[in-house]
Nanobody, 120 residues
Framework: QMQLVESGGGMAQTGGSLRLSCVAS???????????GSWYRQVPGKERVLVAF?????????EYADFAQGRFTISRDNGQKTIYLQMNGLSVEDTAVYYC?????????WGQGTQVTVSP
């Protein structure tokens, strides 16, 4: 079964940048490139919300939440079985636990989450 491990979270100052990575390991049924990828975030007491989405294959199609548009970039490296989230122009409101998800035909795999904390 596939496992996902996120990394790259941590502390940043307002206006700073972080790059999150989500690496897949284990058995990947159908090939990693067949999976779509997403990043979500969650703050305590609130629902997990979609941040960005990348299509399967080469990832030519991407979509972003309004709050992420223009600041965040999702990308993928299928050879490395990795999905990235480049976050620029961070604000305090971006503080959350960030989760990656990969999906294939309704089957979802989630990472354990990585904390991002942005200070004023």
């Amino acid at each position: 079964q596939m496992q996902l491990v996120e990394s790259g979270g941590g502390m940043a100052q307002t206006g700073g940048s972080l790059r999150l990575s989500c690496v897949a390991s284990g058995y990947v049924h159908g090939g990693y490139s067949a999976y779509t990828g997403s990043w979500y975030r969650q703050v305590p007491g609130k629902e997990r919300v979609l941040v960005a989405f990348i299509a399967s294959g080469s990832g030519g199609l991407t979509e972003y939440a309004d709050f992420a548009q223009g600041r965040f970039t999702i990308s993928r490296d299928n050879g490395q079985k990795t999905i990235y989230l480049q976050m620029n122009g961070l604000s305090v409101e971006d503080t959350a636990v960030y989760y990656c998800k990969v999906s294939l035909r309704g089957e979802d795999y989630w990472g354990q989450g990585t904390q991002v904390t942005v200070s004023p």
